[in-house]
T-cell receptor, first 117, second 109 residues
Framework: EPEVTQTPSHQVTQMGQEVILRCVPI?????FYWYRQILGQKVEFLVS????????KSEIFDDQFSVERPDGSNFTLKIRSTKLEDSAMYFC???????????????FGPGTRLLVL | GNSVTQMEGPVTLSEEAFLTINCTYT??????LFWYVQYPGEGLQLLLK?????DKGSNKGFEATYRKETTSFHLEKGSVQVSDSAVYFC????????FGTGTSLTVIP
């Protein structure tokens, strides 16, 4: 069964450093998403991406964040200058176009645990 | 705005007990409703969904019915197993998902 994969599984970085989290969505999916889950808190939407553009983003997704689909398979989340509060589990998800005409069922990757020291 | 309220955990049950995890939501528009499950050390997995009022989603013995009049989507299972131990997230979707805080379930033999 196809699945979303993410690398690395864990990353430790120093405050102020740039990190890039990588995701390989399911191959025939067209919509891509990033979520995060701070330890002990709810899963929060960050951004959605379709047709090489951001479709929607939350208040969390400020100028420190960016997303890119650098080739036909990868979907990346970059944090330019990490802060302590960026420590969280980051989930990538992908979906095909649903019957509602937009966002089908989203399939999630296993997550990347980011720790900012 | 859009939000979801989920039953607080943690919940501890004995094997074969009946499970209910309550979920209520507020949404602008007509959401689709989902339950996701997160097993230890893994990502979120879709458990079940319902896309319109009175639909019942079901999977692996779990069920939830879309109740528009009460804006609820409570998760139930008649007889839980140890392997059901996980965190369960209620997630209405109006374009993006709005996740609940998650309910941790531990099933003891």
């Amino acid at each position: 069964e196809p699945e979303v994969t993410q690398t690395p599984s864990h990353q430790v970085t120093q405050m102020g450093q740039e990190v890039i989290l990588r995701c390989v969505p399911i191959s025939n999916h067209l919509y891509f998403y990033w979520y995060r889950q701070i330890l002990g808190q709810k899963v929060e939407f960050l951004v959605s991406f379709y047709n090489n553009e951001i479709s929607e983003k939350s208040e969390i997704f400020d100028d420190q964040f960016s997303v890119e689909r650098p080739d036909g398979s990868n979907f990346t989340l970059k944090i330019r200058s990490t802060k302590l509060e960026d420590s969280a589990m980051y989930f990538c998800a992908s979906s095909s176009q649903g019957t509602s005409g937009g966002w089908g069922t989203q399939y999630f990757g296993p997550g990347t645990r980011l720790l900012v020291l | 705005g859009n939000s979801v309220t989920q039953m607080e955990g943690p919940v501890t049950l004995s094997e074969e007990a009946f499970l209910t995890i309550n979920c209520t939501y507020t949404a602008t528009g007509y959401p689709s409703l989902f339950w996701y499950v997160q097993y230890p050390g893994e990502g979120l997995q879709l458990l079940l969904k319902a896309t319109k009022a009175d639909d019942k989603g079901s999977n692996k013995g779990f069920e939830a019915t879309y109740r528009k009049e009460t804006t609820s989507f409570h998760l139930e299972k008649g007889s839980v197993q140890v392997s059901d131990s996980a965190v369960y997230f209620c997630a209405p979707r109006v374009n993006q998902f709005y996740f609940g805080t998650g309910t941790s379930l531990t099933v003891i033999p």
